[in-house]
């Protein structure tokens, strides 16, 4: 199968705050791994035994229950151990397990800023696909600027699902980052947060895998 190529990011802190206001905090994060690109069709494919169309794109229409087994997926083919457990629709995970996992929303931020206290990393036409580009569906990854620890398209070309629960209080629906090819300029950013419920799927909703202890 065709390797997922995982980045080292150092333990740090960065403010976090959300789009929609000027509330920022402070968050610790440890040291974890975490993709260079999102995970693309053709290794979804191959995981899967079928053909891809389009090999070097994100893969998307993944829901969250997907993106979570295909993590399961690619631990089993690289003989490390799941982290998800599953009882129909309840979701858990081991915090023992040194297999691929979905990053946490304080760990997408702070490897989507890689240092930057700005909204992005650097100018959006140079680090990001957005609809300002007339787009009809994702773009080969790694085609524009990464960030400075070496991360492709964590912005714009598709927003990645992370593991939390969008409001723990208001049900199911989980959270999505980054925004993705359909999305506005002004919304691709580090602070853009959205969420679906866990068995919706999008064009322009993909997944980055992880790796390490949580923060």
């Known amino acids: 199968m065709t390797d997922v190529e995982m980045a080292a990011i150092p333990a740090g802190r960065v403010l976090r705050g959300d789009m929609r206001g000027s509330e920022r905090r402070e968050i610790v994060v440890a040291a974890f ?14 995981l899967l035994g079928i053909p891809s169309r389009h090999p070097r794109r994100p893969a998307v229409d993944l829901s969250w229950f997907r993106a979570v087994r295909l993590c399961n997926a690619l631990s089993e083919w690289e003989g490390l151990d799941p982290v998800y457990r599953f009882d129909g629709e ?3 995970s081991d915090p023992e397990s040194d297999g691929f996992r979905l990053p946490t929303e304080d760990e997408w931020e702070y490897a989507a800023r890689a240092g930057a206290t ?21 773009v080969e990854v790694g085609a524009r600027l990464p960030n400075l620890f070496g991360l492709f398209d964590i912005l714009g070309n598709v927003s990645e699902w992370c593991e939390d629960l969008l409001d723990p209080e ?16 002004a919304v691709v950013r580090s602070s853009t947060r959205r ?10 909703v993909g997944v980055r895998v992880a790796r390490g202890a949580r923060s």
């Open 33 to 46: 791994e975490i993709g260079v690109y999102p995970v693309t069709e053709e290794q979804v494919a191959e």
């Open 90 to 92: 309840e979701v858990s």
């Open 118 to 138: 700005g909204s992005t990393y650097g100018p959006v036409r140079e680090i990001a696909w957005t609809a300002a580009d007339g787009l009809r569906a994702p």
């Open 170 to 185: 208001r049900g199911t629906a989980r959270v999505f980052r980054g925004g993705g090819w359909s999305d506005a300029p």
């Open 195 to 204: 969420g679906a419920g866990p068995r919706d799927a999008f064009d322009d």
